[in-house]
């Protein structure tokens, strides 16, 4: 039997549709599951206990920035489109897959929600809130090329069982990224400039995020494509 992997869906600029990009979707097939998309809205956060229990796997993906009531911070002025629908979905899974040790994937916004919902904050946006030092590319999404950056890995991490070397290129698209690690997350990755690339849960090694979007990358890069074997493998 193929495992079932819900797929946290994006929310539309008009907010009457979601939808979620086909890579993910290939990435999940690809590696032996079958995708299932997760809507938002406000109402099904009660519905998602019973949603946790009957899938396999988890895997919140990326997309809007987070509100920053969820880690006690008004909004400041460079913070991009917020969808509390989708705050309110995600953090409510995060919660479930901790309680049900369900495997559990975060994608560049699913890192970012990962940590909020288990007590850490964010930087709101990297680039207007950290001053006095020169800062890689991490947002392409602005306009600019696709960027790539290196990510120093730890030893004896799952990550760097796949990379089998300390250092790793990734492709990066985002302006928030993690200030405060949640406690029980152990940061396993870093970006040259210092910002958290990738953790797992201390005590549930199943449930982990990386900030980077190996879905993009998976039918060329060999890296990205063991991601997605070694989430779905978690549940063989």
Request: net charge negative.
């Amino acid at each position: 039997m193929k495992p079932l992997i819900g797929l946290t869906c994006s929310i539309g600029l008009e907010e009457n549709y979601q939808y979620k990009e086909t890579n993910y979707c290939e990435a999940v097939r690809g590696a032996g599951g079958i995708p299932i998309l997760i809507p938002s809205f406000s109402e099904f956060a009660k519905d998602i206990p019973q949603l946790v229990r009957n899938l396999d796997g988890i895997i919140v993906s990326g997309g809007n920035d987070i509100y920053p009531m969820h880690y006690g911070e008004g909004p400041i002025q460079a913070l991009g489109s917020v969808h509390r629908e989708r705050d309110e979905v995600e953090l409510e899974i995060v919660k479930e897959c901790i309680k049900n040790k369900k495997p559990f994937f975060g994608i560049c916004r699913g890192l970012q929600v990962l940590n909020v919902a288990l007590g850490g904050d964010l930087y709101q946006d990297i680039y207007s809130q950290i001053k006095g030092k020169e800062l890689e590319q991490h947002n392409h999404s602005k306009g600019t090329p696709p960027s790539n950056h290196s990510i120093e890995i730890k030893n004896d991490t799952f990550l760097y069982d796949i990379y089998k070397q300390k250092i790793g290129w990734v492709n990066s698209s985002h302006h928030q990224a993690i200030k405060k690690v949640a406690p029980s997350l152990e940061p396993i990755a870093w970006s040259k400039d210092g910002f958290v690339e990738a953790v797992v849960h201390k005590e549930i090694p199943s449930i982990f995020a990386v900030q980077w979007h190996p879905e993009k990358m998976y039918h060329k890069d060999h890296f990205s494509q063991q991601i997605f074997d070694y989430f779905i493998d978690l549940m063989r």
